[in-house]
């Protein structure tokens, strides 16, 4: 893999659609691309077993010699993402039931439940064939497992599995119904068997059993991929093992939870923005992975906090409905950008365009005009340049600033029945990471429990949930004189999402000085001022001071006059409170000074607007990153060797429109 200085370069390659020839040509047009790792085999179970026990590899083999031929690694795939036909009718019951109740058909991918003993027999045993086979092939560079792990089934298998967790999560059926207040709307629960998976039902479901729901699908997920790992590392304990994250609110897996169970972190990255939106979504994205990466190791207590961007688009943004071209140079900037933020190399879906299925139209490094095209030229372009970065690998991302953040968390706050339809958890997280980045301050995701020694500000978007033992890790940090942000909707519920009573934010209300007494939800695009000149939106408060101070009143209706942020000293550390969304510039601002009393400023001060720093740190070396988001040169102060362009900088740097430079800084 990565490692020696050289990062992963190259994607999805799929030589089950093509004849050898086709073969051939890709590794040369590879090797041209300083390609250097490729992931195979990811939707190949039909073509690897044809019928039930009936396997054919030679292809597999020759694909696997090819690439070691040509100096090419392998991420050699379970293929169990998507099971081939005969699985289905073989298998009936393995097949995946909705909420409401139908079962669905093979015919696309992922059509399985992962809780069906019989699909889980099935992916054992080709994971099993394949580690016999490829454990020591001197191409695999790394196990890739499945493949986004994400569908979801409400089968008899699933429901019994559901019921197995809940007793072990639950102990017994009194633990079980208190923690999810079956009292109200007469659910108590008197028998396991009456307990069912959230299936479509009248009106509103529990929350609770919603939210075990979701953790227990993480589970199981995970154990279907434990399972896979633990065969694969028995064939061979040198080969790392992985698989790959979508992201989104749908996702049923807990990420974070999931990260020391690999050896590699390894996401797939599609912004669905258009405008400078992909770029904040690709900053958030990476430091999302960095996070559950960080987080890996912190729980194994081992140092690698390694992640990988295992597939990105080349020369499209996939927008829901319709495809939007990358200006030039954008694909590139896209790259070093989670490059910049700690990925270990860059790949991409997929290598070449596929003539047919579903998705024949997806972007791709060879498209099906062929490598006389802009994209190929740019991805050998990306693949220079990446070569010439390598050293950067080395250094960790150098952040002060945490943001606090939880699958759960946001599982918890998406359910019906909260006092906004509008509210959507993981646009509070991004709106919180892009204020920060707009203010050019580096920030990591954290997970509760996570160590802040190197973080002196911690800022908790909406963090809904907070067990006790969340709220002691947020106390400790304050404790130690670590400065605190946190709005709306944090803290105002326990681990089984139930409400902490007494004003919210129940599990924060000392620490930050202020005692909320009622929500006032806003409607549609209300926009409520506030005295400082910004506004909030989405969301307002009572909030009664208890020892804090305001820092910006509401400004006009039920709430005029009445605190909307506050700011409170507990020993050494300052903690904030911000009861309202508030607009982008008044967030930076606010962000701003919260880092500034902190002692953190901006990665590179000098830098004009859109242009985005991210430096990494190896002892005393460091490399800083600049991506010039803008159509413009710019010219920022730097001092050291960009490492693109080979040229000596000695204090500023002329970054091209839409260009990057990756200096080498001058040691101190
Ligand atoms: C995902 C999948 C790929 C492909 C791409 C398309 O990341 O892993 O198989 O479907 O999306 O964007």
Do not use: K
């Amino acid at each position: 893999m990565a490692g020696h200085g050289r990062l992963c370069y190259g994607g999805d390659w799929n030589p089950e659609q093509w004849p050898p020839e086709v073969w051939r040509e890709d590794v040369a047009l590879m090797r041209r691309a300083g390609v250097n790792l490729v992931t195979v085999g990811v939707f190949a179970w039909s073509r690897l077993e044809p019928a039930p026990g009936r396997y054919t590899l030679g292809w597999l083999d020759d694909v696997l010699d090819l690439l070691h031929a040509h100096g090419i690694r392998a991420a050699l795939a379970t293929p169990t993402a998507s099971p081939p036909p005969w699985f289905s009718l073989a298998h009936p019951d393995a097949l995946p039931v909705t909420a409401e109740g139908v079962r669905l058909h093979h015919g696309s991918r992922d059509t399985y439940c992962a809780a069906a003993p019989a699909y889980r027999a099935a992916a054992r045993r080709i994971a099993g064939v394949l580690a016999d086979r490829y454990a020591h092939h001197p191409a695999l560079a790394l196990w890739h497992v499945h493949n986004e792990y994400g569908t979801t089934c409400h089968c008899a298998h699933a429901e019994a599995a559901f019921r197995r967790w809940l007793a072990d999560r639950h102990g017994d059926l009194d633990s079980l119904n208190a923690a999810w207040v079956t009292s109200f709307w007469s659910q108590h629960y008197a028998d396991w068997a009456e307990i069912s998976t959230p299936r479509a039902t009248q009106y509103l479901a529990n929350p609770g059993q919603l939210l075990d729901f979701r953790r227990f699908w993480s589970d199981t997920l995970l154990a279907a991929y434990a399972e896979q790992r633990d065969l694969l590392r028995a064939a061979n304990p040198a080969v790392p093992v992985t698989t790959n994250h979508v992201l989104g609110d749908w996702v049923p897996v807990d990420q974070g939870r999931w990260a020391s169970e690999v050896d590699l972190v390894a996401i797939d990255h599609y912004p669905s923005a258009v405008d400078g939106g992909a770029e904040e979504q690709t900053a958030l994205a990476a430091d999302l992975a960095r996070g559950w990466a960080r987080h890996g190791a912190h729980r194994r207590g081992a140092g690698d906090a390694s992640w990988l961007l295992m597939e990105s688009a080349p020369h499209q943004i996939h927008t829901a409905g319709r495809m939007h071209t990358r200006e030039p140079g954008r694909m590139a900037r896209h790259s070093l950008a989670h490059v910049a933020r700690g990925s270990r190399g860059v790949m991409f879906f997929q290598w070449r365009a596929s003539l047919g299925g579903a998705e024949r139209f997806h972007s791709a490094v060879v498209p099906h005009a062929g490598p006389d095209s802009r994209v190929f030229r740019e991805a050998v372009r990306l693949g220079e340049q990446l070569g010439r970065i390598g050293e950067a690998d080395a250094g960790a991302v150098d952040a002060a600033v945490a943001i606090g953040w939880d699958a759960a968390s946001g599982w918890a706050l998406g359910h019906p029945g909260m006092p906004s339809a509008r509210l959507d958890p993981y646009a509070e997280l991004a709106a919180a990471h892009r204020a920060l980045w707009r203010a050019g301050i580096a920030c990591d995701v954290v997970l509760p429990g996570d160590p802040l020694d190197v973080h002196r500000l911690l800022v908790l978007p909406a963090l809904y949930l907070a067990s006790d033992a969340t709220a002691a890790w947020v106390r400790a940090h304050v404790r130690a004189g670590g400065h605190l942000l946190v709005t709306w909707l944090t803290g105002v519920a326990d681990e089984h999402a139930r409400i902490r009573p007494g004003g919210y934010p129940g599990a924060l209300r000392d620490l930050l000085g202020v005692r909320v007494t009622e929500f006032h939800p806003l409607a549609g695009d209300d926009r409520v001022p506030l005295t400082g000149g910004g506004t909030g939106r989405l969301w307002a408060e009572t909030v009664q001071l208890t020892g804090a101070e305001p820092v910006a009143a509401y400004l006009g209706g039920v709430l005029d006059g009445s605190p909307a942020v506050t700011r409170h000293r507990v020993g050494a550390a300052t903690t904030w409170y911000v009861s309202t969304r508030p607009d982008e510039d008044t967030y930076r601002r606010l962000l701003t000074e919260a880092a500034r009393l902190a002692g953190v400023g901006p990665v590179c001060p000098g830098a004009p607007p859109g242009v985005e720093a991210v430096r990494r740190r190896a002892g005393d070396r460091s490399w800083l990153f600049l991506l010039n988001h803008t159509g413009r040169p710019q010219r920022v102060a730097a001092a050291g060797t960009d490492l693109l362009t080979g040229a000596p900088v000695d204090d500023a740097v002329t970054i091209p429109a839409g260009g990057v430079a990756v200096l080498r800084e001058r040691s101190p």
